[in-house]
């Protein structure tokens, strides 16, 4: 079980690495004015969403799914684990949100300014924070 535990942490940080560094190149990418900057963020975009985040992001997921495997009905008797996983939900959706504005990006179709992207950017912070406090913590609910 710990090296379950051990490959869920890692694909967790993995994932979030890309779910932060994403947006952030959003921010720029609608920030620039050049054909060169343009086509640089499209590959530099396309490359952490197809080569890190999403591949990360399924193998958190699995091994997520295997480790509530392991104590299956504690888990779901548990509330923060129901908040935790609406929370993780959240994030999936986080992540597609992510790839409809990579192909906005992709399509040269943002409609977003530089603010959106950064105001954006911060929700997954939230939702860490709240996840890592369940998981530490584990208030009765």
């Given at each position: 079980?710990?090296w379950v535990k051990a490959?869920h942490v890692?694909?967790?940080?993995?994932?979030?690495?890309g779910?932060?560094?994403?947006p952030?190149?959003?921010v720029?990418h609608?920030m620039s004015?050049?054909?060169i900057s343009?086509?640089?963020?499209?590959?530099?975009e396309?490359k952490?969403?197809?080569g890190?985040m999403?591949p990360?992001a399924?193998?958190a997921i699995?091994?997520?799914?295997?480790l509530?495997?392991?104590?299956?009905?504690?888990?779901?008797?548990a509330?923060?684990?129901?908040?935790?996983l609406?929370?993780?939900?959240?994030?999936?959706i986080?992540h597609?949100?992510?790839?409809?504005?990579?192909?906005?990006?992709k399509?040269?179709r943002?409609?977003h300014?530089?603010?959106f992207y950064r105001w954006?950017n911060e929700v997954?912070?939230?939702?860490?924070v709240?996840?890592i406090?369940?998981?530490?913590?584990?208030?009765v609910?």
């Amino acid at each position: 079980m710990l090296w379950v535990k051990a490959f869920h942490v890692i694909f967790v940080v993995c994932w979030f690495a890309g779910i932060f560094y994403l947006p952030r190149l959003f921010v720029y990418h609608a920030m620039s004015d050049d054909e060169i900057s343009n086509q640089r963020f499209k590959i530099m975009e396309r490359k952490l969403y197809y080569g890190i985040m999403t591949p990360s992001a399924v193998l958190a997921i699995i091994f997520g799914i295997w480790l509530l495997y392991f104590n299956v009905s504690y888990y779901m008797q548990a509330g923060w684990m129901h908040i935790k996983l609406a929370l993780v939900l959240l994030l999936i959706i986080y992540h597609f949100m992510c790839g409809k504005y990579l192909k906005d990006f992709k399509r040269d179709r943002n409609k977003h300014s530089h603010k959106f992207y950064r105001w954006f950017n911060e929700v997954p912070v939230v939702i860490l924070v709240a996840v890592i406090i369940l998981v530490i913590v584990q208030p009765v609910f």
